[in-house]
C-alpha cells in the first residue's frame, strides 16, 4: 500500500522568510498526484499546490512551490515570504486513479511575528 | 457558491449511543468522501461514493461505522454503538467527478467526542 511520511511533526518560521516542509511517499505507480493540503483552526482542508507526477516541471502557486524528485520520492513544499496567515497543519497526500487520497500525519507550522 | 457543508459542528455523547454525522457537498458534484481525523494524525479514509457506482467501503474500521448518500447528494455517516476511540474529527469531501485528478472541496468537519 502506498504510504506518506512526514518527518517534522512542527515547524516554525519567521515572518517574512522561507521555510521548506518535507515529504516522501512510498509508491510502484508511475502516473499518480502529489498534493499540499491546509488546514487552519477552521478545520477546513485547503489545497495549497498539487503536482502531477508525468510533468517534470515544479508546481507554482504564488509563494508556494513544490521541489518534487520522482526518483527519490520527495515532494517537498517551499513557502516563501512566509506571512501570519500561513500558520496552520500542513498535509501531504498521494493519489492515484480512482483510489482515495493517502495523507501523511502533518506538519505543524507556527509563524513568529 | 456555497462549499462543502458538515453538521453538526461537534457532538458530544456517551459510549454505547449511536450518532448520525451529515455531510453536503457542493451541488452538481458527484463524488464524495468521508474521512476521519483522530489526535495528531493525518486523514484516515473511510468511504467514498462516486454517482451510481457501489461506495468503496474499504476504509470503514468496524460494522459499526456505515453510511448513506441519498439522491446522490447528502450523505449520513453513521456510527453505531460509539466507543472511546471513536472520537475524532470526521471531515467530508466532494469533487466534481472520480479521479485523483479532480479537487476534492472539504468541510469544516464534525469533531465527536465520545464520554
Known amino acids: 500500500a502506498q504510504t506518506v511520511t512526514q518527518s517534522q511533526p512542527e515547524m516554525s518560521v519567521q515572518e517574512a522568510e522561507t521555510v521548506t516542509l518535507s515529504c516522501t511517499y512510498d509508491t510502484s505507480e508511475s502516473d499518480y498526484y502529489l498534493f499540499w493540503y491546509k488546514q487552519p483552526p477552521s478545520r477546513q482542508m485547503i489545497l495549497v499546490i498539487r503536482?502531477?507526477?508525468?510533468?517534470?516541471q515544479n508546481a507554482t502557486e504564488n509563494r508556494f512551490s513544490v521541489n518534487f524528485q520522482k526518483a527519490a520520492k520527495s515532494f517537498s513544499l517551499k513557502i516563501s515570504d512566509s506571512q501570519l496567515g500561513d500558520a496552520a497543519m500542513y498535509f501531504c497526500?498521494?493519489?492515484?486513479?480512482?483510489?482515495?487520497?493517502?495523507f501523511g500525519k502533518g506538519t505543524r507550522l507556527s509563524v513568529i511575528a | 457558491g456555497a462549499g462543502v457543508s458538515q453538521s453538526p459542528s461537534n457532538k458530544v455523547t456517551e459510549k454505547g449511543k449511536d450518532v448520525e454525522l451529515r455531510c453536503d457537498p457542493i451541488?452538481?458534484?458527484?463524488?464524495l468522501y468521508w474521512y476521519r481525523q483522530s489526535l495528531g494524525q493525518g486523514l484516515e479514509f473511510l468511504i467514498y461514493f462516486q454517482g451510481n457506482s457501489a461506495p468503496d467501503k474499504s476504509g470503514l474500521p468496524s460494522d459499526r461505522f456505515s453510511a448513506e448518500r441519498t439522491g446522490g447528494s447528502v450523505s449520513t455517516l453513521t456510527i453505531q454503538r460509539t466507543q472511546q476511540e471513536d472520537s475524532a474529527v470526521y471531515l467530508c469531501a466532494s469533487s466534481p467527478r472520480e479521479g485523483v485528478q479532480e479537487t476534492q472541496y472539504f468541510g469544516p468537519g464534525t469533531r465527536l467526542l465520545v464520554l
Open positions: 503536482q502531477e507526477a508525468y510533468k517534470q
Open positions: 497526500a498521494y493519489g492515484e486513479g480512482n483510489t482515495p487520497l493517502v
Open positions: 451541488s452538481g458534484h458527484t463524488a
